[in-house]
Protein backbone atom coordinates (compact mmCIF):
# COMPACT_ATOMS: atom_id res chain seq x y z
CA UNK A 1 0.00 0.00 0.00
CA UNK A 2 1.66 3.37 -0.80
CA UNK A 3 2.36 5.32 1.56
CA UNK A 4 -1.02 7.91 2.83
CA UNK A 5 -2.71 5.79 0.56
CA UNK A 6 -6.52 5.67 2.54
CA UNK A 7 -7.62 1.82 3.58
CA UNK A 8 -11.02 2.66 2.69
CA UNK A 9 -11.77 5.91 0.44
CA UNK A 10 -10.57 9.35 -0.48
CA UNK A 11 -12.03 12.16 1.31
CA UNK A 12 -15.13 13.11 -1.05
CA UNK A 13 -16.85 9.61 -0.17
CA UNK A 14 -16.38 9.45 3.61
CA UNK A 15 -19.84 10.80 3.91
CA UNK A 16 -22.78 12.44 2.63
CA UNK A 17 -22.32 15.46 4.60
CA UNK A 18 -18.70 16.02 2.80
CA UNK A 19 -20.29 15.10 -0.60
CA UNK A 20 -23.59 17.60 -0.49
CA UNK A 21 -20.64 20.34 0.49
CA UNK A 22 -18.69 19.83 -2.87
CA UNK A 23 -21.61 20.19 -4.71
CA UNK A 24 -22.85 22.89 -2.93
CA UNK A 25 -19.46 24.32 -3.01
CA UNK A 26 -19.26 24.20 -6.15
CA UNK A 27 -22.50 26.05 -7.14
CA UNK A 28 -22.21 28.64 -5.06
CA UNK A 29 -18.21 29.77 -4.54
CA UNK A 30 -18.80 32.60 -7.23
CA UNK A 31 -22.17 33.79 -4.75
CA UNK A 32 -21.10 33.91 -1.19
CA UNK A 33 -18.51 35.55 0.21
CA UNK A 34 -17.33 33.26 2.75
CA UNK A 35 -16.71 30.67 -0.04
CA UNK A 36 -13.69 32.00 -1.88
CA UNK A 37 -12.03 29.07 -3.60
CA UNK A 38 -8.71 31.57 -4.26
CA UNK A 39 -7.41 33.99 -1.39
CA UNK A 40 -4.97 37.41 -1.59
CA UNK A 41 -5.03 39.96 0.67
CA UNK A 42 -7.60 42.04 -0.97
CA UNK A 43 -10.34 38.81 -0.56
CA UNK A 44 -9.25 38.54 2.55
CA UNK A 45 -10.09 41.88 3.69
CA UNK A 46 -13.49 42.30 2.02
CA UNK A 47 -13.88 38.38 4.18
CA UNK A 48 -12.61 39.71 7.10
CA UNK A 49 -14.65 43.17 6.74
CA UNK A 50 -17.98 41.14 6.42
CA UNK A 51 -17.34 38.77 9.18
CA UNK A 52 -16.83 41.52 11.70
CA UNK A 53 -20.83 42.62 10.49
CA UNK A 54 -21.91 38.76 11.18
CA UNK A 55 -24.38 38.81 14.12
CA UNK A 56 -23.18 36.21 16.88
CA UNK A 57 -20.80 33.25 17.15
CA UNK A 58 -22.84 30.57 15.46
CA UNK A 59 -22.81 32.55 12.32
CA UNK A 60 -19.58 33.97 12.72
CA UNK A 61 -18.18 30.59 13.75
CA UNK A 62 -19.86 28.94 10.50
CA UNK A 63 -18.73 31.31 8.15
CA UNK A 64 -15.27 31.08 8.90
CA UNK A 65 -15.26 27.43 9.15
CA UNK A 66 -16.83 27.08 5.55
CA UNK A 67 -14.38 29.46 4.15
CA UNK A 68 -11.54 27.53 5.73
CA UNK A 69 -12.81 24.49 3.74
CA UNK A 70 -13.22 26.01 0.71
CA UNK A 71 -9.16 26.71 1.30
CA UNK A 72 -8.25 23.52 2.66
CA UNK A 73 -9.83 21.37 -0.45
CA UNK A 74 -8.16 23.69 -2.85
CA UNK A 75 -5.18 22.25 -4.49
CA UNK A 76 -2.97 25.46 -4.00
CA UNK A 77 -0.56 24.58 -0.63
CA UNK A 78 -0.51 28.43 0.15
CA UNK A 79 -4.27 28.22 0.39
CA UNK A 80 -4.30 25.21 1.95
CA UNK A 81 -2.12 26.67 4.39
CA UNK A 82 -4.65 29.68 4.63
CA UNK A 83 -6.98 26.85 5.37
CA UNK A 84 -5.76 24.91 8.22
CA UNK A 85 -5.10 28.75 9.97
CA UNK A 86 -8.64 29.72 9.64
CA UNK A 87 -9.80 26.34 10.70
CA UNK A 88 -7.73 26.41 13.69
CA UNK A 89 -8.97 29.81 14.15
CA UNK A 90 -12.74 28.36 14.45
CA UNK A 91 -11.38 25.88 17.17
CA UNK A 92 -9.64 28.82 18.89
CA UNK A 93 -12.30 31.26 18.76
CA UNK A 94 -15.28 29.63 19.04
CA UNK A 95 -14.81 26.55 21.48
CA UNK A 96 -18.30 26.32 22.48
CA UNK A 97 -19.69 26.61 19.02
CA UNK A 98 -20.98 23.14 16.84
CA UNK A 99 -18.65 24.08 13.97
CA UNK A 100 -15.52 24.53 16.29
CA UNK A 101 -16.15 20.24 16.06
CA UNK A 102 -16.57 19.57 12.76
CA UNK A 103 -13.03 22.11 12.48
CA UNK A 104 -11.61 19.41 14.34
CA UNK A 105 -12.48 16.41 12.42
CA UNK A 106 -11.97 18.49 8.74
CA UNK A 107 -8.50 18.84 9.83
CA UNK A 108 -8.20 15.68 11.01
CA UNK A 109 -9.21 14.17 7.37
CA UNK A 110 -6.85 16.62 5.84
CA UNK A 111 -3.71 15.74 7.76
CA UNK A 112 -5.15 11.82 7.10
CA UNK A 113 -4.75 12.45 3.66
CA UNK A 114 -1.38 14.29 4.15
CA UNK A 115 -0.12 11.36 6.28
CA UNK A 116 0.71 13.30 8.53
CA UNK A 117 -0.83 10.71 10.93
CA UNK A 118 0.34 12.13 14.53
CA UNK A 119 -1.97 15.25 13.81
CA UNK A 120 -4.82 13.62 12.29
CA UNK A 121 -4.77 11.51 15.35
CA UNK A 122 -4.85 14.75 17.42
CA UNK A 123 -8.20 15.85 16.13
CA UNK A 124 -10.19 12.40 15.87
CA UNK A 125 -9.17 11.93 19.37
CA UNK A 126 -10.98 15.41 20.39
CA UNK A 127 -14.03 14.77 17.83
CA UNK A 128 -14.35 10.66 19.61
CA UNK A 129 -14.32 12.65 23.15
CA UNK A 130 -17.01 14.47 21.90
CA UNK A 131 -18.85 11.66 20.63
CA UNK A 132 -18.48 10.09 24.00
CA UNK A 133 -19.27 12.94 26.10
CA UNK A 134 -21.86 14.72 24.06
CA UNK A 135 -23.38 13.67 20.57
CA UNK A 136 -22.13 13.05 17.33
CA UNK A 137 -24.21 16.41 15.96
CA UNK A 138 -22.59 18.53 13.08
CA UNK A 139 -20.00 15.78 12.03
CA UNK A 140 -19.58 13.25 9.66
CA UNK A 141 -20.14 10.62 12.48
CA UNK A 142 -17.02 9.11 11.60
CA UNK A 143 -14.41 10.28 13.42
CA UNK A 144 -14.22 7.45 15.63
CA UNK A 145 -14.03 5.05 12.90
CA UNK A 146 -10.83 7.25 11.01
CA UNK A 147 -9.14 6.93 14.43
CA UNK A 148 -9.04 3.70 14.33
CA UNK A 149 -8.06 3.95 10.64
CA UNK A 150 -5.22 5.80 11.76
CA UNK A 151 -4.42 3.27 14.41
CA UNK A 152 -4.38 0.40 11.49
CA UNK A 153 -2.26 2.07 9.14
CA UNK A 154 0.38 3.16 11.57
CA UNK A 155 0.30 -0.66 12.81
CA UNK A 156 0.02 0.91 16.90
CA UNK A 157 -0.12 -2.57 17.88
CA UNK A 158 -0.45 -1.08 21.27
CA UNK A 159 -3.72 0.80 20.25
CA UNK A 160 -5.37 -2.03 18.45
CA UNK A 161 -7.12 -3.22 21.60
CA UNK A 162 -8.31 0.66 21.72
CA UNK A 163 -9.56 0.42 18.13
CA UNK A 164 -11.51 -2.65 18.57
CA UNK A 165 -13.62 -1.53 21.61
CA UNK A 166 -14.21 1.82 19.67
CA UNK A 167 -16.22 -0.33 17.16
CA UNK A 168 -18.10 -2.30 19.92
CA UNK A 169 -18.90 1.04 21.30
CA UNK A 170 -19.97 2.18 17.79
CA UNK A 171 -23.57 2.05 17.87
CA UNK A 172 -23.46 2.42 21.36
CA UNK A 173 -22.49 5.95 20.84
CA UNK A 174 -24.65 7.00 18.55
CA UNK A 175 -23.17 5.88 14.92
CA UNK A 176 -24.98 4.90 11.98
CA UNK A 177 -24.10 3.85 9.00
CA UNK A 178 -26.50 4.64 6.34
CA UNK A 179 -24.53 4.62 3.15
CA UNK A 180 -23.29 1.73 1.84
CA UNK A 181 -19.88 3.72 1.05
CA UNK A 182 -20.08 4.09 4.89
CA UNK A 183 -21.14 0.25 5.52
CA UNK A 184 -18.23 -0.73 3.52
CA UNK A 185 -15.13 2.08 5.39
CA UNK A 186 -16.84 0.10 8.48
CA UNK A 187 -16.47 -3.44 7.38
CA UNK A 188 -13.51 -3.30 5.88
CA UNK A 189 -11.30 -1.48 8.56
CA UNK A 190 -12.97 -3.68 10.88
CA UNK A 191 -11.85 -7.08 8.94
CA UNK A 192 -8.51 -5.70 8.40
CA UNK A 193 -8.13 -4.73 12.36
CA UNK A 194 -9.66 -7.81 13.55
CA UNK A 195 -7.24 -9.78 10.95
CA UNK A 196 -4.17 -8.10 12.32
CA UNK A 197 -5.45 -9.02 16.06
CA UNK A 198 -5.57 -12.78 15.05
CA UNK A 199 -9.47 -12.81 15.60
CA UNK A 200 -9.84 -14.58 12.40
CA UNK A 201 -13.61 -15.79 13.26
CA UNK A 202 -15.20 -12.18 13.42
CA UNK A 203 -12.23 -10.85 10.12
CA UNK A 204 -13.98 -13.84 8.24
CA UNK A 205 -17.32 -12.80 9.12
CA UNK A 206 -16.72 -9.03 8.46
CA UNK A 207 -14.68 -9.57 5.72
CA UNK A 208 -17.47 -11.50 3.98
CA UNK A 209 -20.31 -8.59 4.83
CA UNK A 210 -18.05 -6.00 3.35
CA UNK A 211 -17.58 -8.30 0.13
CA UNK A 212 -21.24 -8.34 -0.17
CA UNK A 213 -21.89 -4.84 0.06
CA UNK A 214 -18.96 -4.09 -2.35
CA UNK A 215 -21.32 -5.61 -5.35
CA UNK A 216 -24.23 -3.21 -4.88
CA UNK A 217 -24.44 -1.00 -7.32
CA UNK A 218 -27.57 0.64 -7.61
CA UNK A 219 -26.97 4.27 -6.27
CA UNK A 220 -29.40 4.80 -3.10
CA UNK A 221 -30.73 8.13 -4.15
CA UNK A 222 -31.96 9.50 -7.05
CA UNK A 223 -30.63 12.95 -7.44
CA UNK A 224 -27.05 12.21 -6.31
CA UNK A 225 -26.70 8.76 -8.23
CA UNK A 226 -22.95 8.51 -6.79
CA UNK A 227 -23.38 9.70 -3.23
CA UNK A 228 -22.81 6.51 -1.15
CA UNK A 229 -21.40 4.46 -4.05
CA UNK A 230 -18.59 2.21 -3.03
CA UNK A 231 -15.56 3.04 -4.76
CA UNK A 232 -13.35 -0.18 -3.36
CA UNK A 233 -9.90 -0.80 -4.80
CA UNK A 234 -8.83 -4.30 -6.29
CA UNK A 235 -6.41 -4.52 -3.29
CA UNK A 236 -8.73 -3.66 -1.18
CA UNK A 237 -11.06 -6.20 -2.56
CA UNK A 238 -8.10 -9.11 -2.65
CA UNK A 239 -7.44 -8.48 0.75
CA UNK A 240 -10.66 -9.06 2.07
CA UNK A 241 -10.62 -12.21 -0.14
CA UNK A 242 -8.09 -13.41 1.35
CA UNK A 243 -9.15 -12.35 4.90
CA UNK A 244 -13.20 -14.19 4.32
CA UNK A 245 -10.48 -17.28 3.87
CA UNK A 246 -8.25 -17.23 6.88
CA UNK A 247 -10.41 -19.52 9.22
Known amino acids: MIEGQL ?13 VFNLIGKKMSKEDWYRNTS ?3 EIEEAFENRLKRSRGDFNKSQYLRIQASHLLYSQNEKFQEKGVELMKRVISSYPNESDSVFANEQLGDFYLAKSDFENAEKYFRVVTEFYYTKNRSNTSGLADLKLCEVILQTKQKEKFEEAYKIFNKFEKTGGRLLLNSDRFYYGNLRANLCYEMKKYDEASEFAKQTLEIAQITEPQFNKHKTVGLVNATEEQIEKLKMIEKCL
Not at 7 to 19: D, G, H, R, T, V
Request: hydrophobic fraction near 30%.
Open 7 to 19: IIQNLSNYSAEYQ
Open 39 to 41: WNE
